[in-house]
């Protein structure tokens, strides 16, 4: 049956984590692309794939895997290629500090930051009564919740406040850390650093004023450095030849 990916834009947060390790290890898929303005992550058709409605999902010889950070793991585990997760045990207890610090802390915070901006251009000129029953498909309450008060506009100044000072504590702790190692879990490339490029690449172009050659210059470079590798150029290729996401 082989592999099958589930996923958003290949550049995005969860999909673009799972896709790029897919690149980077050299493995065969067949491609399902989800339009989200469309919702289809919330079609029946799906929601009998993944129930919870999120993206991405894999499914290998018929196995369904959900949750970006262990099917990456998985896929490093499973397949042949070049290793993704250090040997060492302490050099993988920090691959995975800092996965899970991408995912939980910066993620979070810059999904607070940024659905702000984007939810309401993302549902496009639907009726307000239309988007209110879209959100209440989303199977999940927190995430729910989370479009909601995006949409609406509502959610509270203190949050993203701190969602922001959040993000300025990750980018000087990114920048500090990177200074005296190549890559972010240390001498070797990893899961940590496919995380960091697909949570944290955009912040140069929505908020410059944070990461600049000025401000943050190992960061910079080691973006170049990640544009750089095959598969993350054309994870990036693939992404230019995508279907519209039309409304």
Request: hydrophobic share 35%; with cysteine; glycine share 6%.
């Given at each position: 049956?082989?592999?099958?990916?589930?996923?958003?834009?290949?550049?995005?947060?969860n999909?673009?984590?799972?896709?790029?390790?897919?690149?980077?290890?050299?493995?065969?898929?067949?491609?399902h692309?989800?339009?989200?303005?469309?919702?289809?992550?919330?079609?029946p058709?799906?929601?009998?794939?993944?129930?919870?409605g999120?993206?991405?999902?894999?499914?290998?010889?018929?196995?369904i895997?959900?949750?970006?950070?262990?099917?990456?793991?998985?896929?490093?585990?499973?397949?042949t290629?070049?290793?993704l997760?250090p040997?060492?045990?302490?050099?993988?207890?920090?691959?995975?500090?800092?996965?899970r610090?991408?995912?939980?802390?910066?993620?979070?915070?810059?999904?607070?930051?940024?659905w702000?901006?984007?939810i309401?251009?993302?549902?496009g000129?639907r009726?307000?009564?239309?988007?209110?029953q879209?959100?209440?498909?989303?199977?999940?309450?927190?995430?729910?919740?989370?479009?909601?008060?995006?949409?609406r506009?509502?959610?509270?100044a203190?949050?993203?406040?701190?969602?922001?000072?959040?993000?300025?504590?990750?980018?000087?702790?990114?920048?500090?850390?990177?200074?005296?190692?190549?890559?972010?879990?240390?001498s070797?490339?990893?899961?940590?650093?496919?995380?960091?490029?697909?949570?944290?690449?955009?912040?140069?172009?929505?908020?410059?004023?944070?990461?600049?050659?000025?401000?943050?210059?190992?960061?910079?470079?080691?973006?170049?450095?990640?544009?750089?590798?095959?598969?993350?150029?054309?994870?990036?290729?693939?992404?230019?030849?995508?279907?519209?996401q039309?409304?």
């Open positions: 049956m082989g592999v099958e990916l589930y996923f958003f834009q290949p550049l995005g947060t999909s673009g984590r799972v896709y790029l390790t897919l690149l980077e290890k050299g493995v065969r898929f067949s491609e692309e989800l339009s989200g303005p469309r919702f289809e992550h919330l079609e058709s799906y929601l009998r794939i993944n129930p919870k999120q993206a991405p999902t894999l499914s290998h010889d018929g196995a895997l959900t949750e970006g950070a262990p099917i990456c793991e998985y896929i490093d585990e499973a397949f290629g070049p290793p997760r040997a060492d045990a302490h050099a993988r207890w920090c691959m995975r500090w800092w996965c610090y991408i995912e939980c802390d910066l993620g979070r915070s810059l999904m607070m930051i940024h702000n901006r984007i309401p251009q993302f549902v000129a009726a307000h009564a239309d988007v209110e879209i959100i209440d498909r989303v199977p999940d309450p927190d995430r729910q919740r989370a479009w909601r008060s995006a949409y506009q509502q959610t509270p203190e949050h993203l406040l701190e969602s922001s000072r959040r993000l300025q504590v990750a980018s000087r702790r990114i920048e500090q850390t990177l200074s005296s190692d190549p890559w972010i879990a240390g070797h490339y990893s899961l940590a650093d496919i995380d960091l490029l697909n949570f944290y690449g955009f912040v140069p172009t929505w908020s410059p004023e944070l990461v600049n050659e000025s401000a943050t210059p190992c960061t910079m470079d080691w973006l170049r450095r990640m544009g750089e590798r095959a598969a993350v150029r054309e994870l990036r290729a693939r992404s230019h030849s995508r279907r519209p039309a409304q």
